[in-house]
């Protein structure tokens, strides 16, 4: 059996229950639901109930909203999880690109948690993903 990989791009906030974390989720709803083939990834901390109300309440569609509150298998995985001062124990504020073959093409660490990432630098590298 053969494993089918997407091109994704997967979004890890702290919580969607802040300004910028929910904004930064609206605009990549709108936007890279317009990448063909893309499947969009949120990973925040919130618990799944409430990611589901955030997205229930703000029309959120376009994108799938995990929870890596329990074990934070992907803040983990990936390095994104805070490991010092007040916001230990939450992911960093990061983008990933992974293409069709499974590998990681773009990626951006955000340096200030309270900024949002470089909405058009990551769009443009799923897009660029999405052509090969």
Same mark, same amino acid.
């Given at each position: ?15 969607? +229950? ?13 936007? @890279?639901?317009?990448?063909?083939? @893309? ?6 901390? +919130?618990?799944?109930?409430? @990611? ?15 929870? +890596? ?41 955000? +340096? ?9 630098? @990551? ?10």
């Amino acid at each position: 059996m053969e494993l089918k990989i997407k091109l994704q791009l997967i979004v890890a906030v702290l919580s969607l +229950d802040t300004p910028v974390c929910a904004m930064e989720t609206t605009k990549f709803n709108n936007e @890279a639901a317009l990448v063909e083939g @893309a499947t969009v990834y949120v990973v925040s901390m +919130d618990l799944p109930f409430a @990611a589901k109300r955030f997205c229930s309440t703000e029309g959120i569609e376009n994108l799938q909203v995990l929870s +890596d509150f329990r074990n934070k298998y992907f803040s983990s995985a990936y390095g994104t999880l805070i490991a010092e001062g007040p916001l230990r124990g939450l992911s960093a504020r990061t983008i990933f690109v992974v293409g069709k073959d499974g590998k990681i093409t773009y990626k951006e660490l955000v +340096d200030e948690i309270i900024a949002e990432p470089d909405y058009e630098a @990551a769009l443009n590298a799923l897009k660029e993903s999405a052509a090969k």
